[in-house]
């Protein structure tokens, strides 16, 4: 018996047989809410593996008036991720900046994050389906502080 948080359907490989969830609703930091129909189908995918001892999973919970949207949830397709956004963390932006400083690109001030965000959108690259993500809203805040 294993119990976990919503966190299982990050990719563990173990053998499960069963997931039980005890409740479609969690704590996300924020609130409470929902489990979305992928997680649903991400945790509920822990169980049941190929070569595993249990090659056929199961899936059910706790409380029967959750069967009905568990059940929903895994009839629902998921929809197809069309692109993806990256977001840059503060360290990206670090240390792309310590790297301007030090071989002297840019010809901008690297203490300046409005700067530095404006010139790592201008310099970055990214290919395929991939898009750098809420740059406008990181130069806004940047603007503040």
């Excluded at 822990?46 to 999973?57: H, I, K």
């Excluded at 030090?102 to 965000?117: A, E, F, I, P, V």
Aim: net charge positive; glycine share 12%.
């Amino acid at each position: 018996i294993l119990v976990a948080s919503d966190a299982i359907g990050m990719g563990l490989n173990l053998s499960i047989r069963r997931i039980i969830f005890n409740s479609m609703i969690k704590v996300n930091g924020d609130g409470v809410t929902r489990l979305d129909h992928s997680s649903v189908k991400q945790i509920a995918g822990r169980a049941g593996r190929r070569n595993s001892p249990f090659p056929m999973g199961e899936v059910t919970c706790r409380d029967p008036a959750d069967m009905e949207y568990l059940h929903k949830c895994m009839s629902t397709d998921i929809r197809t991720i069309r692109k993806a956004g990256l977001l840059p963390t503060a360290g990206h932006i670090q240390h792309f900046s310590d790297a301007i400083e030090q071989y002297g690109l840019g010809g901008t001030d690297s203490s300046n994050l409005g700067s530095m965000l404006d010139l790592f959108g201008d310099m970055a690259k990214t290919r395929g389906d991939f898009f750098i993500c809420r740059q406008n809203e990181m130069k806004g805040i940047s603007a503040w502080i």
